[in-house]
Every structure is written in structure tokens, then in C-alpha cells.
């Protein structure tokens, strides 16, 4: 059995990032439901009588659930990267780019309060410079 070396400084920071993102974003959905009193959505009625744009601006289906919604799929694509990163470390530039790829898109839905999105694109950047030491057997 051969001990592969891997980018574990890179996998550790991706998975803490997705899972912030993915956290951020589920904090964040409910906040965003106007029908049953969410918090932002009577704010906004409160500001703007009644103004709605198709769907409802902060209803579920609406625009910014949608941007909660790409949180969270971003999210689950970060850690999917992350563990394709530990179980394939030779293709760690694929996964260190899919993981930065996301990482971006997650802040459309705020990025996991900002934290998850940069531990994620630190771990991404990571992956992707990471070379295994060359061992002379």
C-alpha cells in the first residue's frame, strides 16, 4: 500500500468553505421569505408598499431566494471539488479550479458570509499551485 501524497491544507480550507457558504445560505433563505413574515421581506414591504417584481423580489422563488438558492448549490459543488480534490490528488488543478469557480459564484448568495467564499478560493488557489514532492527512491 503507497502512501499518495496529497493537498491536504487545500481540501481542509475548501471543505470549511463550502460548508460556511452552505450554512450562510441556509441562515440567509428564511430571511428572505416574505410570505410568512421573513424579517426582510415585511422590511421591504415596509419600504416599498407593495412593490413586487415577478415572483416577489424577496420571496422564495424570487430574485434574492434565487441568489440564496446559488449559495447553497455552490456550496454543495465547493465540498463536491473538495472531496474529488482528497480522492484524486492528480487532478488537483480540475478540482482547484472548480472549487475557485464556485467559490466565486457563491457570492451572488453572499458567499457564506463572505468567510466561506475566501477560505474556499484561498483553498482553490491552493490546490491548483500545490506539486508533490519529489521523493528519490
Excluded: C, Q
Excluded at 14 to 19: M, R
Excluded at 103 to 122: K, N, T
Aim: charge should be negative; glycine fraction near 16%; hydrophobic fraction near 55%.
Amino acid at each position: 500500500m503507497s502512501n499518495k501524497e496529497k493537498p491536504n491544507l487545500a481540501v481542509i480550507l475548501s471543505l470549511i468553505g463550502g460548508a460556511i457558504i452552505m450554512l450562510g445560505s441556509f441562515i440567509i433563505f428564511p430571511f428572505m421569505h416574505e410570505g410568512d413574515g421573513g424579517m426582510m421581506g415585511e422590511f421591504w414591504h415596509m419600504m416599498v408598499i407593495n412593490y413586487e417584481m415577478p415572483g416577489g423580489f424577496f420571496s422564495p422563488y424570487g430574485f434574492m431566494g434565487g441568489y440564496s438558492i446559488i449559495g447553497i448549490i455552490s456550496g454543495i459543488l465547493v465540498i463536491i471539488g473538495a472531496i474529488m480534490l482528497d480522492t484524486h490528488p492528480t487532478d488537483h488543478i480540475t478540482w482547484g479550479i472548480v472549487i475557485l469557480v464556485f467559490s466565486a459564484i457563491s457570492f451572488f448568495g453572499m458567499g457564506g458570509f463572505f468567510i466561506g467564499a475566501i477560505l474556499s478560493i484561498v483553498g482553490g488557489a491552493l490546490a491548483i499551485s500545490w506539486r508533490p514532492t519529489k521523493t528519490v527512491t
